[in-house]
T-cell receptor
Framework: QKEVEQNSGPLSVPEGAIASLNCTYS??????FFWYRQYSGKSPELIMS????GDKEDGRFTAQLNKASQYVSLLIRDSQPSDSATYLC????????????FGAGTRLAVHP | GAVVSQHPSRVICKSGTSVKIECRSL??????MFWYRQFPKKSLMLMAT?????????EQGVEKDKFLINHASLTLSTLTVTSAHPEDSSFYIC???????????FGQGTRLTVV
């Protein structure tokens, strides 16, 4: 069983729409949850971090965490073509200390 | 925000040679850094945890004698790919965080091509 699971996509949304990205994880001891954006050939860039249950909003991005369901999601409002990238969900394992376990990533395509 | 610098960004080497990749935390001290490898259209796979002043911890299936890690100071970790072969061609990325369980920042990555 994979530790962090994401739908590989591609997820295609029209410009201006809401993109919804989902992620589940298996380690109940995970404490920290992150969403990274990665453009082709580039290093991952941190988009959001979330540490407690509920929603966290930052501009057009909202992260949602439900530890009971072992589920974390990312919503992107007013999607733009520049949002087209692969979105990686990452969690810290029980060992903590920034040791990130990554999902396979979801490819998002925002079309004009 | 915290900055992690990785060098070189691209390297091409001949089969059988060794390549060293550097990862530096520029504005914070990092007792722990992480090395990842990413194949095309795949996710990041953790290779090893680099610990300042002690031996690195390798993930299962990663050859420690092939991928030498040195973390001699609080701001620098190096990964040396020894006796490189074409199958070692990949995107290598390091990361570091300022403290436990907070966000990790990534270096720019190194595209290694072994010919």
């Amino acid at each position: 069983q994979k530790e962090v699971e994401q739908n590989s996509g591609p997820l295609s949304v029209p410009e201006g729409a809401i993109a919804s990205l989902n992620c589940t994880y298996s380690d109940r001891g995970s404490q920290s949850f992150f969403w990274y954006r990665q453009y082709s050939g580039k290093s991952p860039e941190l988009i959001m971090s979330i540490y407690s249950n509920g929603d966290k909003e930052d501009g057009r991005f909202t992260a949602q965490l439900n530890k009971a369901s072992q589920y974390v999601s990312l919503l992107i409002r007013d999607s733009q073509p520049s949002d087209s990238a692969t979105y990686l969900c990452a969690v810290t394992g029980s060992g903590g200390y920034n040791k990130l376990i990554f999902g396979a990533g979801t490819r998002l395509a925002v079309h004009p | 925000g915290a900055v992690v610098s990785q060098h070189p960004s691209r390297v091409i080497c001949k089969s059988g040679t060794s390549v060293k990749i550097e990862c530096r935390s520029l504005d914070f001290q990092a007792t722990t850094m992480f090395w990842y490898r990413q194949f095309p259209k795949k996710s990041l796979m953790l290779m090893a945890t680099s610990n300042e002043g002690s031996k690195a911890t390798y993930e299962q299936g990663v050859e420690k004698d092939k991928f030498l890690i040195n973390h001699a100071s609080l701001t620098l970790s190096t990964l040396t790919v020894t006796s490189a072969h074409p199958e070692d061609s990949s995107f290598y990325i390091c990361s570091a965080g300022q403290s436990a369980n907070t966000e990790a920042f990534f270096g720019q990555g190194t595209r290694l091509t072994v010919v």
